[in-house]
């Protein structure tokens, strides 16, 4: 898989959260993928270096949010497991699981938009308006991406080629 389209992946989660669970929680890859969305939003943006790195805080903290969310759904759906292992059901437990687990979906799935107000705070009404149109077009880059990486998976999981897509950054354009 490209570099751009585990970048891509990244935002995609953040603005997908539900679809999440295949990324992994840490690292440089990650640090990458951060770093490239910032960089991505700056440009389209045109953010100050103080703009930009203030955008990357707000970025980071959404996204260990959501990591920790999803940290706690995976924890929960062991213990519904564990539950409906048990023989017999216990009703009141999983009712209260059950009740959990759409709370922390409801979280999970108000994650970008929590972003997007807090990201509203420190740009300018122009700026709000550049992000989300370009927000779309990120949805647009994110959701080929993943095509690619699934179908990359299929494959064999080989590293594909850019040669004749996308910018000459090796990004997808917004007509592809």
Request: charged content about 30%; overall charge positive.
């Amino acid at each position: 898989m490209t570099l751009v389209a585990r970048w891509l992946i990244l935002f995609m989660l953040s603005m997908m959260p539900l679809r999440a669970a295949a990324q992994p929680a840490e690292g440089p890859e990650r640090d990458r993928a951060r770093t490239f969305l910032v960089v991505r939003i700056a440009d389209a943006l045109q953010l100050s270096d103080a703009d930009a790195l203030t955008v990357s805080a707000v970025i980071r903290r959404s996204d260990e949010r959501r990591l920790a969310l999803i940290k706690r759904r995976e924890d929960l759906e062991q213990t519904l497991r564990s539950g409906l292992a048990k023989t017999p059901h216990d009703p009141a437990e999983l009712s209260k699981l059950i009740s959990d687990g759409n709370a922390l979906d409801q979280q999970l799935a108000l994650v970008p938009e929590e972003t997007f107000r807090e990201l509203q705070k420190i740009l300018t009404v122009d700026q709000q308006a550049k992000l989300l149109l370009f927000r779309r077009e990120l949805q647009g880059e994110v959701q080929r991406a993943m095509q690619g990486r699934v179908a990359s998976k299929a494959a064999g999981g080989g590293r594909r080629s850019q040669s004749g897509r996308g910018s000459k950054r090796g990004r997808p354009t917004a007509n592809e």
